[in-house]
């Protein structure tokens, strides 16, 4: 194994131009003992308070979701994050990703959740005065008050800043009188504090407001029959000349859009990071089921098309948990440097967490696309099981789908993840002449290193950047700067991406387990490496190929660059069915998902 690097300063969306060394990234198993104790905590209160009345919450039983959320603050579960002088437990952004991650498996909680400890309360966290930071916080922090985020309106999702409530200041200038309609609203029904996004008067921009309840004027709808996450409360929310005191306006005026835009940033990679717990209870549930039912007089899993399932689905898992982690620990490290830089603690963490806004898109789009994936799976070996709400699996496929829509919908995040790489490469913080001009002669970049026994995968990996930049270069020679205009190259190119991303996270990971304990006990860690990166390069290649058949009609230079990207995405195991089938027997084995982490 080559000598361990110092670890350099990452920078957001870097890993493209860069080959980081393995011990340069966090792994889920470094979680020191304080983190596994939250993280058990947090699995005990769900098994406890929410698994055995999953039924009660779905039927939204009037007052029952506010109570539990209540019983989380108690715990301190709702203020992992926030400073223990404002009531929280004044933990680290990654612990605050892992609770995430072990609240993921429980549906509609899971967004309650989110919602308040995320959207409801880190607008306040970040970006309110310390007066408003001391009134509000340690009551969103103890559960005594909950708290929703209302941006959305009728017309206006995507493009939030086109919002139409309206602020007036009244004559004497004591408070504002908010007139709107917003949608979508978790935890409206229960909420005491509501986040608002208005306009005041014609301004340009959106400006912030904290409202209270009891200031009145706030009417609502019934709440939304959805598809699935049905014990949420989500409803439209009507603010009717609510009054609203001009020390509740968070930050500046017309700072709201920017409030919006970076609290989403964090938002999202929670919620990417906060599908891993639900991905690994339909894995446990669905080699479970596997293992118990009999056709043809054998047991279903030991037949190999549903054993390629269980494999699939341990593999997904492994990287999203490997991708969120690595993330996460790199924001916290990031604040770090900026606190000794002299930021504030609240410029700090916002700043951290801007840095990275590419892997934070990158994990939102990856993590529920998995938890999608993971569940149509599950539902498939469950068979007519699968769609009967009698079985787990009805529930999961349904509750999964919301994640792919809020928090910004994964065509935007997409969009935007590229559009940030493409900014970064204007502005000169990466170089990308250089990057293809080192890929092209070949030589060896200071950072690399040998990765024995996974030095053919390590090779893959810095193939599929070689390619993904060569995508990249391309399309900036065709379109310029109309590149925004082409969202179908966009896309592609965000696959490439973000598969690059996690794929490196799973390698980087298994290496510093070969390292830590050798590579006989990291043998299934390997196997779940080796058939993410199978499927992320076919994944990339079928990417590539579509991007450059947008962009190219003349068939010459069509074959030739896509007889690059047959070079540059030639990695194949030599039995992916071995693979798959060592995976899925460990599973069969356990009566589980292959590997545990925090018991
Ligand atoms: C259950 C649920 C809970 C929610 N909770 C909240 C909440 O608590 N607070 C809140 O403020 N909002 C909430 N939302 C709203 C959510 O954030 C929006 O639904 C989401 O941002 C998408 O907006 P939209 O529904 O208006 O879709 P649209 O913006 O109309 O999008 C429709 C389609 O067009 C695509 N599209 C739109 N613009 C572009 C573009 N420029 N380029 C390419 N494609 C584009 C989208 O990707 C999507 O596929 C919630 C929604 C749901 C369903």
Same mark, same amino acid.
């Given at each position: 194994?080559?000598?361990?690097?110092?670890?350099?300063?990452?920078?957001?969306?870097?890993?493209?131009?860069?080959?980081?060394?393995?011990?340069?990234?966090?792994?889920?198993?470094?979680?020191?003992?304080?983190?596994?104790?939250?993280?058990?905590?947090?699995?005990?209160?769900?098994?406890?308070?929410?698994?055995?009345?999953?039924?009660?919450?779905?039927?939204?039983?009037?007052?029952?979701?506010?109570?539990?959320?209540? #019983?989380?603050?108690?715990?301190?579960?709702?203020?992992?994050?926030?400073?223990?002088?404002?009531?929280?437990?004044?933990?680290?952004?990654?612990?605050?990703?892992?609770?995430?991650?072990?609240?993921?498996?429980?549906?509609?909680?899971?967004?309650?959740?989110?919602?308040?400890?995320?959207?409801?309360?880190?607008?306040?966290?970040?970006?309110?005065?310390?007066?408003?930071?001391?009134?509000?916080?340690?009551?969103?922090?103890?559960?005594?008050?909950?708290?929703?985020?209302?941006?959305?309106?009728?017309?206006?999702?995507?493009?939030?800043?086109?919002?139409?409530?309206?602020?007036?200041?009244?004559?004497?200038?004591?408070?504002?009188?908010?007139?709107?309609?917003?949608?979508?609203?978790?935890?409206?029904?229960?909420?005491?504090?509501?986040?608002?996004?208005?306009?005041?008067?014609?301004? *340009?921009?959106?400006?912030?407001?904290?409202?209270?309840?009891?200031?009145?004027?706030? /009417?609502?709808?019934?709440?939304?029959?959805?598809?699935?996450?049905?014990?949420?409360? /989500?409803?439209?929310?009507?603010?009717?000349?609510?009054?609203?005191?001009?020390?509740?306006?968070?930050?500046?005026?017309?700072?709201?859009?920017?409030?919006?835009?970076?609290?989403?940033?964090?938002?999202?990679?929670?919620?990417?990071?906060?599908?891993?717990?639900?991905?690994?209870?339909?894995?446990?549930?669905?080699?479970?089921?596997?293992?118990?039912?009999?056709?043809?007089?054998?047991?279903?899993?030991?037949?190999?098309?549903?054993?390629?399932?269980?494999?699939?689905?341990?593999?997904?898992?492994?990287?999203?948990?490997?991708?969120?982690?690595?993330?996460?620990?790199?924001?916290?490290?990031?604040?770090?440097?900026?606190?000794?830089?002299?930021?504030?603690?609240?410029?700090? #963490?916002?700043?951290?967490?801007? %840095?990275?806004?590419?892997?934070?898109?990158?994990?939102?789009?990856?993590?529920?696309?998995?938890?999608?994936?993971?569940?149509?799976?599950?539902?498939?070996?469950?068979?007519?099981?699968?769609?009967? %709400?009698?079985?787990?699996?009805?529930?999961?496929?349904?509750?999964?789908?919301?994640?792919?829509?809020?928090?910004?919908?994964?065509?935007?995040?997409?969009?935007?993840?590229?559009?940030?790489?493409?900014?970064?490469?204007?502005?000169?913080?990466?170089?990308?002449?250089?990057?293809?001009?080192?890929?092209? /002669?070949?030589?060896?970049?200071?950072?690399?290193?040998?990765?024995?026994?996974?030095?053919?995968?390590? *090779?893959?990996?810095?193939?599929?950047? #070689?390619?993904?930049?060569?995508?990249?270069?391309?399309?900036?020679?065709?379109?310029?700067?109309?590149?925004?205009?082409?969202?179908?190259?966009?896309?592609?190119?965000?696959?490439?991406?973000?598969? /690059?991303?996690?794929?490196?996270?799973?390698?980087?990971?298994?290496?510093?387990?070969?390292?830590?304990?050798?590579?006989?006990?990291?043998?299934?860690?390997?196997?779940?490496? *080796?058939?993410?990166?199978?499927?992320?390069?076919?994944?990339?290649?079928?990417?590539?190929?579509?991007?450059?058949?947008?962009?190219?009609?003349?068939?010459?230079?069509?074959?030739?660059?896509?007889?690059?990207?047959?070079?540059?995405?030639?990695?194949?195991?030599?039995?992916?069915? *071995?693979?798959?089938?060592?995976?899925?027997?460990?599973?069969?084995?356990?009566?589980?998902?292959?590997?545990?982490?925090?018991?």
């Amino acid at each position: 194994m080559g000598k361990a690097l110092e670890k350099n300063i990452v920078k957001g969306g870097g890993f493209l131009f860069n080959h980081p060394h393995f011990t340069e990234i966090f792994i889920p198993e470094e979680f020191n003992d304080e983190q596994k104790m939250m993280a058990k905590a947090t699995q005990d209160f769900i098994d406890k308070e929410v698994f055995p009345i999953v039924n009660r919450i779905d039927a939204l039983e009037e007052g029952l979701m506010p109570s539990i959320m209540s #019983k989380a603050g108690e715990l301190g579960l709702l203020g992992v994050c926030i400073p223990e002088k404002y009531g929280g437990l004044g933990m680290s952004f990654n612990t605050g990703m892992l609770i995430a991650d072990i609240v993921a498996s429980t549906g509609s909680f899971t967004t309650a959740f989110g919602a308040h400890t995320g959207i409801g309360t880190l607008p306040i966290l970040y970006y309110g005065d310390n007066t408003q930071k001391e009134k509000y916080l340690p009551r969103l922090s103890s559960g005594e008050w909950k708290a929703c985020y209302c941006l959305t309106e009728p017309d206006s999702g995507s493009d939030a800043n086109a919002a139409k409530t309206k602020a007036i200041l009244s004559e004497d200038q004591q408070h504002y009188l908010i007139n709107g309609q917003k949608m979508w609203i978790s935890n409206a029904g229960f909420a005491d504090l509501f986040i608002v996004f208005a306009k005041i008067e014609n301004d *340009k921009n959106l400006t912030a407001f904290i409202i209270e309840k009891s200031f009145g004027g706030i /009417t609502m709808n019934e709440e939304e029959r959805k598809m699935g996450i049905k014990g949420s409360s /989500t409803r439209q929310v009507f603010f009717n000349d609510t009054k609203v005191p001009v020390e509740n306006m968070l930050s500046s005026r017309q700072n709201g859009f920017k409030i919006a835009v970076n609290i989403l940033n964090i938002g999202r990679i929670k919620l990417g990071c906060g599908v891993i717990n639900a991905c690994k209870q339909i894995a446990n549930q669905s080699t479970q089921y596997a293992n118990d039912r009999k056709q043809f007089g054998l047991s279903i899993s030991s037949f190999g098309a549903i054993k390629q399932k269980l494999s699939q689905m341990a593999s997904k898992t492994f990287g999203i948990e490997s991708a969120s982690y690595r993330a996460g620990q790199d924001i916290d490290d990031q604040v770090h440097i900026l606190l000794e830089q002299g930021y504030s603690e609240d410029e700090a #963490k916002l700043k951290g967490v801007e %840095e990275f806004a590419i892997e934070a898109a990158i994990i939102k789009v990856h993590g529920s696309d998995v938890l999608n994936e993971i569940a149509d799976q599950g539902v498939q070996v469950y068979g007519g099981m699968g769609f009967s %709400e009698e079985a787990p699996m009805a529930r999961a496929y349904r509750d999964a789908r919301i994640a792919k829509i809020y928090e910004g919908t994964n065509e935007i995040n997409r969009i935007l993840l590229v559009e940030m790489i493409i900014k970064k490469i204007a502005k000169g913080i990466f170089n990308l002449n250089d990057e293809l001009d080192f890929f092209n /002669t070949g030589m060896i970049h200071e950072g690399s290193f040998d990765a024995a026994p996974l030095s053919k995968e390590y *090779k893959a990996i810095k193939d599929l950047k #070689k390619a993904t930049l060569m995508i990249v270069s391309k399309a900036l020679n065709s379109f310029g700067t109309k590149i925004n205009e082409e969202q179908e190259v966009l896309i592609n190119i965000s696959e490439m991406v973000i598969e /690059t991303y996690v794929a490196e996270s799973t390698l980087l990971r298994t290496l510093k387990l070969i390292n830590q304990s050798g590579a006989a006990s990291a043998e299934l860690f390997i196997n779940l490496t *080796k058939l993410y990166l199978y499927n992320a390069v076919r994944k990339s290649k079928n990417a590539g190929y579509e991007a450059l058949a947008c962009m190219i009609d003349e068939d010459k230079e069509l074959d030739s660059l896509l007889t690059v990207m047959n070079k540059l995405t030639a990695y194949h195991h030599e039995s992916t069915t *071995k693979l798959s089938r060592n995976i899925a027997d460990e599973m069969i084995l356990q009566n589980k998902f292959p590997y545990t982490l925090y018991s």
